[in-house]
């Protein structure tokens, strides 16, 4: 009687990125009104036009504030 062969599942990349992403990331999303949230609108874009992405604009901006 032949051994039975154990299934191996087989997982997409998407399915293991999407996994690693998920144990990894913690993912926000903002919404800023143009004409209340100017103010917050401007620093981030004055942060990018420095060179840094979105993310890391917004990060420097809550850490400098941490710093205050």
């Known amino acids: 009687m032949p051994e039975q062969?154990?299934?191996r599942k087989t997982y997409t990349s998407t399915e293991v990125k999407t996994r690693y992403n998920k144990k990894t990331y913690v993912q926000y999303s903002i919404k800023l009104r143009r004409v209340e949230d100017a103010?917050?609108?401007n620093l981030i874009e004055k942060e990018k036009n420095n060179?840094?992405?979105t993310s890391e604009a917004i990060k420097n901006l809550i850490k400098n504030?941490?710093?205050l």
Do not use: M
Request: glycine fraction near 16%.
């Open 5 to 7: 062969q154990e299934k």
């Open 65 to 67: 504030a941490k710093k």
């Open 51 to 53: 060179g840094f992405g």
């Open 39 to 41: 103010d917050i609108i």
